[in-house]
């Protein structure tokens, strides 16, 4: 990077950082530190409720995973905003009238005692490795742009988060995610542009989204009723319903922004910002990935993005590396011509048919040793990882951006970054001060102590998840790990909560066992069959709300 990339990239961070810890000055009642003193609007409620949802592995990995493997993803969001409509009208008006500080406080005065500790630890475990994940995303950036040592970039993007958390709580967490969520969104836009504008004197716009097309990186819906399959539209309106709906309904780190608004009505309203602008925000980011794959038929590809793990085996095994890299170019010349011919003729033409055939064979071919660069990576270091997808996107960054513009991506994506793990490691505090330390430890502190003790606990979540952000490594894409790590846990905590809302004749043993039964069923499933992770979230949860109803009718009758 360039000295003037380092000054935009730092005097971004620096300024978003700066602005929120002097916004937040002189907090000290666990009214403001915990819920902001209630003084949110829509609009940042909204804003922030994004950015925490959208971390740096939204735009690390999801474009990767659109060059990989087309935009299917997009069926993971088709049932977020029938979750958040339900969020706004039958999840806020609870909260807000019971005053609660966290999600779980209301299981107690629902259930009892257990259960309630039982919802805030399954959630602590959960977020709390995934805030490890989110912390090891912009490191990755930091160690291939510096050339350092993963370890220290982890240590370096972690304590910079914990810094500002600390200071401000979740009036700082809200009020930074506002102006990051702002750079992030123009930082998209003007590289999808770069994109498009290189493409120009190949390819039209039009002619790029039907090469894409026909090499299989726009299907974004599929009605297969497969369940075996990860993306469908049926795995995504109902598995990724109870998947948002847990996450926006029953997840401290997103209850936590909008019970900090003014009043139920601004906090609805920034769930419907989000039920409006989510989808449309993932398709354009998938949509860059799949431009950036018609990209890189006409620009030099690396045959595998993690150069890095190139030049380590070329080390070892100089001979296999130069070879597969010789033929690495002469297949990407080779489909580079398939493509431009395809382009040039009617594609309704038996002409046309036969460019289409050829431009496939040409891709397979090339993907094919791709895929053996990989396994001769694997077989001389099994610890390396070999899935590159998560790479794409900033190798395009670095090597095609301006100068100026690169600092600018490289802060969109530490801003996301910043945002999402922040909102983590606020809500895994308020949690544990409130559901543990609170609730358990010492009920009668003063709001100071409480305060102090949120603090503390935020800067211990912060180094745990620094330490399971070393275990991200082993992870094939960063996007889809989050949502499996969710899934495991999801559909559980939002049977809970669908139980004491609408199941009033269960109590809470019966509920604490179904939980603790239907959580060990999908840890089996998952570990066992292949079934597609977004449909834990509707069997956990269907599982904790019959099980329930079956135990408590057992109870009834002894």
Same mark, same amino acid.
């Given at each position: 990077?360039?000295?003037?990339?380092?000054?935009v990239l730092?005097?971004?961070?620096g300024l978003?950082?700066?602005?929120?810890?002097?916004?937040t000055?002189?907090t000290n009642s666990m009214?403001?530190?915990?819920?902001?003193?209630?003084s949110m *609007?829509?609009?940042?409620?909204?804003?922030?409720?994004?950015?925490t949802q959208?971390?740096?592995?939204?735009?690390i990995?999801?474009?990767?995973?659109?060059?990989?493997s087309?935009?299917?993803?997009?069926?993971?969001?088709?049932?977020l905003?029938?979750?958040l409509?339900?969020?706004?009208?039958?999840?806020i008006?609870?909260?807000?009238?019971?005053?609660?500080?966290t999600a779980?406080e209301?299981?107690?005065s629902?259930?009892?005692?257990?259960?309630?500790?039982l919802?805030?630890?399954l959630?602590?475990?959960?977020?709390?490795?995934?805030?490890?994940?989110t912390i090891?995303?912009?490191?990755?950036?930091l160690?291939?742009?510096l050339?350092?040592?993963l370890?220290?970039?982890?240590?370096l993007v972690g304590?910079?988060?914990?810094?500002?958390t600390?200071?401000?709580?979740?009036?700082a967490?809200?009020?930074t995610? *506002?102006?990051?969520?702002?750079? @992030?969104?123009?930082g998209?836009v003007?590289?999808?542009g770069?994109?498009?504008?290189?493409?120009?004197p190949f390819v039209s716009?039009?002619?790029?989204?039907?090469?894409?097309?026909?090499?299989d990186k726009?299907n974004?819906?599929?009605?297969s009723f497969?369940?075996?399959?990860?993306?469908t539209v049926?795995s995504?309106?109902?598995g990724?319903?109870?998947?948002?709906l847990?996450?926006?309904g029953?997840d401290?780190?997103?209850?936590?922004?909008?019970l900090?608004?003014k009043n139920t009505?601004?906090?609805?309203m920034?769930?419907?910002? !989000?039920?409006?602008?989510?989808i449309?925000?993932?398709?354009?980011?998938?949509?860059t990935?799949?431009?950036?794959?018609v990209?890189y038929?006409?620009?030099p590809?690396p045959?595998?993005?993690?150069?890095?793990?190139v030049?380590?085996?070329?080390?070892?095994?100089?001979?296999?590396?130069?070879q597969?890299l010789? *033929?690495?170019?002469?297949?990407?010349?080779?489909r580079?011509?398939?493509v431009?011919?395809?382009?040039?003729?009617?594609m309704e033409?038996?002409?046309?048919?036969?460019?289409?055939e050829?431009?496939k064979?040409?891709?397979?071919?090339?993907?094919?040793?791709?895929q053996?660069?990989?396994e001769?990576?694997?077989?001389?270091?099994?610890?390396?990882?070999?899935?590159?997808?998560?790479?794409?996107?900033l190798?395009?960054?670095?090597?095609?951006?301006?100068?100026?513009?690169?600092?600018l991506?490289?802060?969109?994506?530490?801003?996301?970054?910043?945002?999402?793990?922040?909102?983590?490691?606020?809500a895994?505090?308020?949690t544990?001060?409130?559901?543990?330390?609170?609730n @358990?430890?010492?009920?009668?502190?003063?709001?100071?102590?409480?305060?102090?003790?949120?603090?503390?606990?935020?800067?211990?979540?912060?180094?745990l998840?620094i330490?399971?952000a070393?275990?991200?490594?082993?992870?094939?894409?960063?996007?889809?790990?989050? !949502?499996?790590l969710g899934?495991?846990?999801?559909?559980?905590?939002?049977?809970?909560?669908?139980?004491?809302f609408?199941v009033?004749f269960?109590k809470?043993?019966?509920?604490f066992?179904a939980?603790?039964?239907s959580q060990?069923?999908?840890?089996?499933l998952?570990q066992?069959?292949e079934?597609g992770?977004?449909?834990f979230?509707?069997?956990g949860?269907?599982?904790?709300?019959?099980?329930?109803v079956l135990?408590?009718?057992?109870r009834?009758?002894?």
């Open positions: 990077m360039s000295g003037l990339d380092l000054l730092f005097g971004t961070l978003i950082v700066g602005y929120g810890v002097y916004k000055l002189g009214q403001d530190y915990l819920l902001a003193g209630n *609007k829509w609009g940042t409620i909204g804003l922030s409720v994004m950015a959208a971390s740096a592995i939204t735009f990995s999801t474009p990767g995973q659109a060059y990989e087309g935009m299917a993803f997009v069926q993971n969001y088709f049932g905003p029938i979750a409509v339900i969020v706004a009208f039958v999840f008006p609870i909260y807000y009238r019971l005053k609660v500080y779980y209301y299981l107690e629902r259930f009892d005692k257990k259960t309630r500790l919802g805030a630890f959630f602590l475990i959960q977020r709390g490795l995934a805030a490890g994940i090891y995303a912009p490191a990755i950036i160690s291939t742009i050339g350092w040592d370890v220290y970039t982890v240590l304590l910079l988060v914990i810094i500002y600390v200071s401000g709580g979740t009036k967490v809200s009020i995610q *506002k102006q990051q969520m702002g750079v @992030i969104l123009f998209m003007v590289a999808f770069f994109i498009v504008y290189y493409l120009s716009f039009t002619e790029a989204l039907h090469v894409a097309g026909n090499l726009l974004a819906v599929d009605f497969d369940i075996e399959k990860r993306y049926w995504g309106v109902l990724g319903l109870f998947l948002a847990s996450y926006f029953t401290q780190s997103q209850v936590q922004r909008y900090g608004g009505a601004e906090s609805k920034g769930l419907m910002f !989000n039920a409006v602008m989510k449309p925000m993932q398709f354009f980011i998938l949509l990935g799949a431009m950036l794959y990209f038929i006409f620009y590809s045959v595998h993005f993690n150069e890095r793990s030049e380590e085996l070329h080390v070892v095994a100089p001979e296999q590396t130069d597969l010789s *033929k690495h170019e002469a297949l990407h010349i080779k580079r011509e398939a431009l011919s395809f382009v040039q003729t009617d033409t038996p002409q046309g048919q036969i460019g289409i050829e431009m064979e040409s891709t397979e071919a090339l993907e094919q040793n791709r053996d660069m990989r001769l990576i694997s077989a001389h270091d099994a610890s390396m990882k070999t899935k590159d997808s998560d790479y794409v996107f190798t395009f960054i670095l090597n095609y951006l301006p100068e100026g513009l690169i600092g991506l490289i802060a969109v994506i530490f801003s996301a970054a910043m945002s999402s793990t922040s909102g983590e490691l606020n895994l505090a308020s544990t001060t409130v559901d543990f330390y609170k @358990i430890v010492n009920p009668k502190a003063t709001d100071r102590q409480y305060v102090r003790v949120s603090k503390l606990l935020t800067a211990l979540w912060g180094c998840a330490g399971f070393f275990m991200a490594h082993q992870s094939e894409n960063l996007i889809e790990m989050v !949502n499996i899934s495991l846990f999801y559909g559980n905590i939002l049977g809970i909560f669908l139980v004491a609408f009033k269960v809470g043993t019966a509920v066992w939980a603790i039964a060990l069923l999908i840890l089996a998952f066992f069959t079934i992770y977004l449909w979230n509707l069997i949860c269907a599982g904790v709300i019959g099980v329930s135990i408590q009718l057992f009834k009758g002894e």
